[in-house]
C-alpha cells in the first residue's frame, strides 16, 4: 500500500514548455486535489476531483488543467509554464474528510 | 466561502513548555477541523482533528480545542520537545465532498 504517490519528484522547465504531473492513490478515495505551496502562503488549491471523470477548479486554477481519467489517477498540466509558476506542488486524496498527501513536485521554471 | 485565519505565522517555545496556535474561521456550517504537520521538505501530515460535535480531543500531548460559537478552534502541544519543531496547518470544512480550506500556517520552533 503505497497511498498517494507523485511523479516526478523533481522537475525544471524553461519559460513556455509544457509538462504534466501525476497522482496516484491506491487507497479507492473518491476524492482527489493538487495544491502548490509557495513561502508565506500556505496550502493553495489548484483544481479538485469529486470523482471519477470529475474536476473543479480551485483558488488559483488559472495557468493549469487536470483530468481525472481513472478514480486512482490525477493529473495536472501546465500547457505553458510561468516563472510564476514555480512552487512546490501536493496533491492530496481522501473518501470523506480526511486528505491524505503525496511526498511533492518540486517545479521551478526558469 | 470558507475563510481561515490563523495565528501566530510564527512561534518560538523552550523544549518542555506548551504552545498554542489558534485559527478562526468564517463559515459557521463548517464541522471539521483538521491539524496537519509538516516537517522541513516532507508532506503535510495529518496529525489530530476534531468535529463539530465535540468540544475537545487529545492525543498524547497534543490536543485541540473547539468554540463553535466564537468559531475559534486552537490546538495545543504541551511538554514541547525539538521533534515537534515544524510547520503547522489548520483547516475547516463543512462538508466532506467539499475541499479543506487551510489557514496559512505557523512555524514552531522548540529551542532546547
Known amino acids: 500500500n503505497a497511498g498517494v504517490t507523485q511523479t516526478p519528484k523533481f522537475r525544471v522547465l524553461k519559460t513556455g514548455q509544457s509538462m504534466t504531473l501525476l497522482c496516484a492513490q491506491d487507497m479507492n478515495h473518491e476524492y482527489m486535489y493538487w495544491y502548490r505551496q509557495d513561502p508565506g502562503m500556505g496550502l493553495r488549491l489548484i483544481h479538485y476531483?469529486?470523482?471519477?471523470?470529475?474536476?473543479a477548479k480551485g483558488e488559483v486554477p488559472d495557468g493549469y488543467n487536470v483530468s481525472r481519467l481513472k478514480k486512482q489517477n490525477f493529473l495536472l498540466g501546465l500547457e505553458s509554464a510561468a516563472p510564476s509558476q514555480t512552487s512546490v506542488y501536493f496533491c492530496?486524496?481522501?473518501?470523506?474528510?480526511?486528505?491524505?498527501f503525496g511526498p511533492g513536485t518540486r517545479l521551478t521554471v526558469t | 466561502g470558507e475563510n481561515v485565519e490563523q495565528h501566530p505565522s510564527t512561534l518560538s517555545v523552550q523544549e518542555g513548555d506548551s504552545a498554542v496556535i489558534k485559527c478562526t474561521y468564517s463559515?459557521?456550517?463548517?464541522?471539521?477541523f483538521p491539524w496537519y504537520k509538516q516537517e522541513l521538505g516532507k508532506r503535510p501530515q495529518l496529525i489530530i482533528d476534531i468535529r463539530s460535535n465535540v468540544g475537545e480531543k487529545k492525543d498524547q500531548r497534543i490536543a485541540v480545542t473547539l468554540n463553535k460559537t466564537a468559531k475559534h478552534f486552537s490546538l495545543h502541544i504541551t511538554e514541547t520537545q525539538p521533534e515537534d519543531s515544524a510547520v503547522y496547518f489548520c483547516?475547516?470544512?463543512?462538508?466532506?465532498?467539499?475541499?479543506?480550506?487551510f489557514g496559512k500556517g505557523t512555524r514552531l520552533s522548540v529551542i532546547a
Open positions: 463559515d459557521s456550517a463548517s464541522n471539521y
Open positions: 492530496a486524496s481522501g473518501q470523506a474528510y480526511e486528505q491524505y
Open positions: 476531483s469529486v470523482g471519477e471523470g470529475t474536476t
Open positions: 483547516a475547516a470544512t463543512a462538508r466532506g465532498n467539499t475541499p479543506l480550506v
